[in-house]
């Protein structure tokens, strides 16, 4: 499910979805942000994402592990994060969660890991 495509200095980024069976992690977990502010918020970041592709930095955006990279969104006291990867032009969104604590979840990480490796046996 492609998101958006955006074209800055020859450089093109197309921000996708991850998903299986119709169903995909990072479109039903915006939907399901209660706070319309946050939700809004996200949303502006993953166009930062789009229009900055790999040079978006902190606070934004962190590099975590595996090709695995986090999007940092914060509104007042609630924070969301998205997990994503780079496929050449394409930017793949594989879940995203509310953050409750100081680290990122270690099994937030391994989702995003094995829907990495799903989306790259996929592409074979």
């Known amino acids: 499910m492609s998101y958006i495509t955006y074209n800055k200095n020859t450089k093109t980024y197309t921000v996708q979805y991850f998903g299986t069976n119709n169903y995909y992690p990072v479109y039903e977990f915006i939907l399901s942000i209660k706070d ?31 090709g695995i990279y986090e999007l940092r969104t914060k509104q007042g006291s609630n924070i969301t994060r998205i997990l994503y990867f780079f496929d050449e032009n394409r930017i793949i969104l594989t879940n995203g969660f509310i953050k409750k604590e100081q680290k990122t979840p270690k099994q937030e990480i391994n989702i995003a890991i094995k829907n990495r490796k799903i989306y790259f046996e996929r592409s074979k």
């Open 36 to 66: 319309r502010k946050l939700q809004s918020k996200t949303m502006q970041t993953i166009t930062l994402l789009e229009n900055n592709g790999y040079n978006l930095r902190m606070p934004h955006s962190k590099y975590l592990q595996d």
